[in-house]
């Protein structure tokens, strides 16, 4: 069961606070078997210039009934066996790291759920705006992962 888990450290099942919220992943096909090739086709394909992208939209009706959608969109390697043996690993464990880091950003939008449920839905705006800026300072302070270990 998916955990909700806001910023004094409660975690609690979503179902909880009694909004739905849906993740859906997409990818976008890296084929470069080199270093070099991987990084500029990173570069140069991923999502709005970055490795990996997250996006999340918080929706609320007039009856303070809310909901949370999140999109990932993370690298894919066509042939990861094509890649040798450093490489390949290397690949696999900045993977795993961008996409802990990417599911951070995606337990923003939970958190801004949360808080405007518990608002009773009130300031709405104002609370995406304060969990928005709080995405941009996640990656300013780990310098978009690299401090958390994500780097290829």
Excluded at 1 to 20: E, H, K, N, T, V
Excluded at 103 to 127: L, P, T, V
């Amino acid at each position: 069961m998916r955990q909700i888990c806001l910023a004094i450290a409660l975690c609690l099942p979503s179902a909880a606070f009694g909004f739905d919220v849906k993740e859906t992943w997409n990818t976008y096909e890296v084929d470069e078997t080199t270093r070099e090739g991987i990084l500029q086709q990173m570069q140069d394909d991923g999502p709005s210039g970055y490795w990996a992208y997250t996006e999340w939209y918080v929706r609320w009706t007039a009856e303070c009934e809310v909901s949370v959608e999140i999109v990932y969109t993370m690298p894919e390697h066509s042939d990861p066996d094509a890649m040798d043996g450093d490489l390949g690993d290397n690949w696999d464990a900045m993977l795993e790291f961008l996409q802990e880091h990417e599911e951070q950003h995606g337990q923003h939008g939970i958190n801004a759920a949360a808080e405007i449920e518990a608002a009773d839905c009130r300031n709405g705006m104002q609370i995406i705006d304060e969990w928005g800026q709080e995405d941009v300072n996640f990656d300013a302070e780990s310098d978009h992962g690299a401090l958390e270990g994500v780097e290829f």
